[in-house]
């Protein structure tokens, strides 16, 4: 019999055997057409056997074997089912995902016209570097971090601490060069879509003659699709990317970056959460090559291990430019009538900048006129009618708008509830502060840059090409403007509403702060111009402020550290998630009490099981969401429960309208 295995996108942990005659084990890999129910299904064949555990008369034969492209190579199999087994997903799931959706959907992208020498696989990269370009002489900690990369041949993870501004990219630019030159491909992950034109931009510019190829969710269909093909047959020799681009298929695979490491959006939140970074680790290691993270905060995660010698620490501890890093200080508001939000302190080095001709950030990470709504007179405040949220105000367009679900509507004239025509907003988000800006500065070229005001890569290429022209003397933004940019006329950052995230209840949100301020600060003074940055502040004298006036990462992290290990946080302990959501409280924590139950009978010492509880965010679009957290201080056993509480819980009797999930090492809670 010629049987082949098929990992078919649905939510079942098994694999599907279909009739294939004529095939053979070097049809692992195609995708293939198949009967399911009464339609026809795409997977892809991951084994080729002579007997199935089914009986020969139930199975019915393939319709097509798709070999229209190259197989999907082993190792990306593998990678697969690494992130299917280690996530506790489906692995027809996890390859519906890695796949671009064109050839997920059986087609193929039509085969580009040459482009003329462009991409000319011969007069590349020879040895020497590309003569137009004049290479900056690399400083003594980016030399020895550049060599110490290059000279690597096995698998090794490298941290690459480097303080904003000191040339990272420089370092990823040779090590990539490096591996080039070699014949070999490269693979360099970003945390957000929007940082990939700038990036590619620069690796261009070094690289002319490299075939690069850009894999995030905003290229077009068969542009992904071509790409995904260009990096399978070996034609592209860089990929940057999102997220997604780990599962790009690499056959010359030798050198793996991961740009702001300790970014969150690695993690998929939502069908297959994965986390890219740490699949990146796995496929370096996988690949017996290495890989460099890079960040000026790196993640605590990472930071334990390269104390712990397992991560290579590579530090550049100075800016490659800029004489000395901002100088950090806090505003003690405490005692302080604040105007519209802004301390004395920030106004006037807003003024002094404006007088200089210099360019200024204020920094607040919360978009919209004001994040509620409220009724002095009856207590009314805008809620979302399908969350467990508040109505933001948007000014600028005249709505409320849940930030969870999206639902708006027009800002009402009068209370709902008792008629009040005197409505006020509370709190205060970026327009607001735009508003109160343009009030005191109104000779100023004020120049507001969130999700709202960037909600295109188009508008989002305009504002940065305006803030680059000089065109903006008082910017104000969320964390959107936080990374990676390098604006060399911004002399000062004032950071606003920070406070908030001091006492957060997620463990995280400390860890969080810090970086985001951090990168923030590290947007001022990264040309010949000293940077400031002012922090205001009721609590001055905290210790996470005290460290970023220092510059002190790593006392930040250390003491971030012990917290966690007291109080056996990870990275000291290994956690997942079970979350359920429904139409009632009642039915989403009883399928968790009843899955906990179930787990009781085999879980082992190692393994801590809480009780369920409704999450933070306990209502979203109507569908009311809880969780249960396991915890274990060993990785394997907590994987080896996993494994056998999921074939489980499929089995579990649920309310048809009842949808749950593993999150593994979530980052949401
Ligand atoms: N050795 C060098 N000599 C001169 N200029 C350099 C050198 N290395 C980097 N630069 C320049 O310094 C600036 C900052 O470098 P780069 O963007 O690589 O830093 P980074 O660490 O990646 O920054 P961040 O993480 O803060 O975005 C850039 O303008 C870059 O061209
Ligand atoms: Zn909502």
Redesign the pocket.
Known sequence: MSIVRVALDLPLLRLFDYLAPGASASDIGYRVSVPFGRSLRMGVIVDWIATSEQPVDKLKPVTAILRDIPPLPTDWLALCEFCARYYQAPLGEVMAFALPPMLRRGKHPRPQKAKKDLNAVSAKHESKPASTVCL????AA?QAAVEQIVSTTAFQTFLLH????????????RAIEATLAQGRQALMLVPEIALTPQLESRVRARLPHAHLVVANSSVADAARARGFLDALTGNAEIVLGTRLAIFTPLPRLRLIIV??EHDASFKQQDGVRYSARDLAIWRAHQQNCPIVL???TPSLESFHHALAGRYHMLT?PL???AEAPPIVRTIDTRREKLQEGLSVALINALEQRLGRGEQSLVFLNRRGYAPVLACPACGWISRCQHCAANLVVHLADKHLRCHHCGFETAIPHACPDCGNVDLQPFGRGTQRLESALIERFPQARILRVDRDSANSAKKWQALLASIHAGEVDILIGTQMLA????FPKLTLVGAVGADAALFAADFRAPERLFAQLM?VG??SG??DLPGEVLIQTEYPTHPLYQALIDHDYSRFAQSQLEERKTAGFPPFTFQAMLRAESRSMGESVAFLAQARDFALAFADSYITLYEPVPMRLHRLMALERAQLLVESDNRPALQHFLAQWQTALYTLKRPRTLRWHVDVDPLEF
């Open positions: 900056p002489s690399l400083l980016q480097g303080v904003t501004g000191s040339g990272k990219t420089e370092v990823y630019l740009d702001e890079g960040s000026a550049l800016r490659a430019v990374k990676g940019h390098d990168q590290g947007r990264r040309a």
